[in-house]
């Protein structure tokens, strides 16, 4: 009972809220909160502060949620232990964050994983390259899909994957009907959606928009890959995508894809796994899984030839 209450506070922590962390939990409100007292009488300390509502935790309850994240990552890897031993082979919860940009193309990672640890299961959430960063330091995710330049990773294993590419999606019958190329200042002047600022893929295009001599204003800002593609197919916007999504969302009809001119860019997209010893096996198995895969390859197979001989390497 007592790692139960320790997931209590785990989920209060993450939640922010007494009634979503029950949720979370599976248990009745009253469930939860008798446990976070258990941990208090336990402690002898306060660990919540109480009001009206959930106010956050003490510095004790703080620095018994690291503690605590940790015993339930140790609890975790010992039960896949267990269960390699029994012959079942890896079991367990795959827990992966993707940035959007990412999303695309994970089941290229994913599924081979799959293949190979059938006694496992997976979930893949959606989070910014700073929540996924943040939530394998507190032992929320085993692994992270996010992008390997520009970002500290102190602490952290990282494996390249693939370098993402950047067209323009445009309608088809748009200002750049006829033409093979565009610029970076020319695709600046159209009404753009782009992926909102927290996104790091936003950050990174704000930065090659500037190498162009220009800053860029969207008319259109959405944190959802489909919202995004939807906008662009509806014949109003414009947007510049990694050319991953090309091969496996394929080309909106009524829009058309044409390579950004120079200034060139990519950015390397790959794996990171907190850097502990020893390392957690369900984490250790997915980046075996990934060294052994050529993403690289996979993409530009699915990618359209001519686009590839439009963007440099």
């Not at 390699?84 to 959007?100: F, K």
């Not at 019958?173 to 006829?178: H, Q, S």
């Not at 197919?233 to 414009?238: I, N, Q, T």
Request: contains cysteine; charged residues 20%; hydrophobic residues 40%.
């Amino acid at each position: 009972m007592f790692l139960r209450h320790l997931e209590y506070l785990s989920a209060l922590a993450r939640e922010g809220h007494f009634g979503r962390a029950a949720a979370a939990c599976w248990v009745s409100q009253p469930t939860l909160s008798d446990g976070i007292r258990k941990l208090e009488a336990e402690f002898g300390v306060a660990v919540v502060r109480r009001g009206h509502r959930f106010e956050g935790l003490t510095p004790e309850g703080e620095r018994l949620l690291t503690w605590g994240r940790r015993l339930l990552a140790d609890r975790d890897q010992l039960m896949a232990e267990f269960g390699r031993t029994s012959h079942e082979g890896l079991t367990g919860q795959l827990r992966l964050g993707a940035v959007p940009a990412s999303l695309p193309p994970v089941s290229l990672l994913t599924g081979p994983f799959r293949d190979r640890h059938p006694g496992t299961n997976l979930t893949v959430l959606s989070l910014t390259s700073d929540e996924i960063l943040r939530r394998l330091t507190d032992f929320e995710l085993d692994a992270g899909l996010t992008y390997l330049s520009g970002e500290p990773m102190v602490g952290f294993r990282t494996v390249p994957l693939y370098s993402e590419r950047y067209v323009l999606l445009t309608p088809e019958n748009g200002d750049f009907a006829g033409r093979s190329e565009v610029g970076w200042a020319e695709a600046a002047r159209l009404p753009l959606c782009l992926l909102t600022p927290d996104m790091q893929n936003r950050r990174i295009l704000d930065g090659l928009f500037h190498r162009a001599g220009v800053s860029v204003t969207p008319r259109m800002e959405t944190n959802s890959v489909s919202t995004l593609c939807s906008h662009v197919r509806s014949g109003r916007w414009a947007s510049v995508i990694p050319q991953a999504w090309l091969g496996l969302l394929g080309v909106p009809p009524g829009t058309r894809v044409l390579p950004l001119a120079r200034p060139a860019a990519t950015s390397t997209v790959g794996l990171v796994v907190l850097d502990r010893d020893p390392p957690p096996l369900v984490a250790s198995a997915l980046l075996r899984v990934a060294e052994g895969l050529d993403l690289q390859r996979s993409l530009d197979d699915l990618v359209p030839v001519d686009l590839v001989a439009g963007v440099d390497d």
